[in-house]
């Protein structure tokens, strides 16, 4: 099984700051490498593909990094939409996700 | 656009078989790998297995192989999950998710809203 690390697990910050979420893959998952991001009592919704492949629709804010073992998610401004969990998802080897980075408002 | 929404029992019995139902709309399910996703409250995601459309093909997690079963209707549009001799540990949300390509594994683009199931004693 390939195990996703998410850090930090929680992450208080305001509005306009940079927020940067790391992902660890426990072995290399080449660029095979989604996040989502959830509000409380909603579906994941999916921001980017192969590591760094923005979704259709998702603001140009975010941005993802890495490959190998290791990746990050970025918001270049945090905006008030954006408190919410974030889930990163390994999908080289079957399907698993990281435990999630809640960005809370600080 | 495309639309998916589960559905089926919120209350299942200890040691019993949890079935449930994914409606696809506003699009085909072919060529498509639709796959069930369960999140126990206020924890993670873990992918429970995926189904192609067209052939029937599955893949399951293999933590829970032995327990899962998954099938499609095309002629109504949607794919099915059981899963059998469910415990406690069965209980979360249920989603129901499209995957965004068939070429290969790949991350799921869209998702329905999710289904709660209970498993009871």
């Not at chain 1, 998410?6 to 208080?12: A, G, K, R």
């Not at chain 1, 760094?52 to 945090?78: C, N």
């Not at chain 2, 399910?29 to 126990?40: G, K």
């Not at chain 2, 993670?44 to 499609?72: C, D, F, H, Q």
Request: aromatic content about 12%; hydrophobic content about 35%; overall charge neutral.
């Amino acid at each position: 099984d390939i195990q996703m690390t998410q850090s930090p697990s929680t992450l208080s910050a305001s509005v306009g700051d940079r927020v940067t979420i790391t992902c660890r893959a426990s072995q290399s998952i080449s660029d095979w490498l989604a996040w989502y991001q959830q509000k409380p009592g909603k579906a994941p919704k999916l921001l980017i593909y192969k590591a760094s492949t923005l979704e259709s629709g998702v603001p140009s804010r975010f941005s993802g990094s890495g490959s190998g073992t290791e990746f990050t998610l970025t918001i270049s401004s945090l905006q008030p939409d954006d408190f919410a969990t974030y889930y990163c998802q390994q999908y080289n080897d079957y399907w698993t996700f990281g435990q999630g980075t809640k960005v809370e408002i600080k | 656009q495309v639309q998916l929404q589960e559905s089926g029992p919120g209350l299942v019995k200890l040691s019993e078989t949890l079935s449930l139902t994914c409606i696809v709309s506003g699009g085909s399910i072919n060529s498509y790998y639709w796959t069930w996703i369960r999140q126990p409250a206020g924890k993670g995601l873990e992918w429970i297995g995926r189904i192609y459309a067209s052939s029937g093909n599955t893949n399951y997690n293999p933590s829970l192989k032995s327990r899962v079963s998954m099938s499609v209707d095309m002629s109504k549009d949607q794919f099915s999950l059981m899963l059998t001799s469910v415990t406690a540990a069965d209980t979360a949300m249920y989603y129901c998710a499209r995957e965004r390509e068939l070429l290969r594994g790949d991350a799921f683009d869209i998702w329905g809203q999710g289904t709660m199931v209970t498993v009871s004693s």
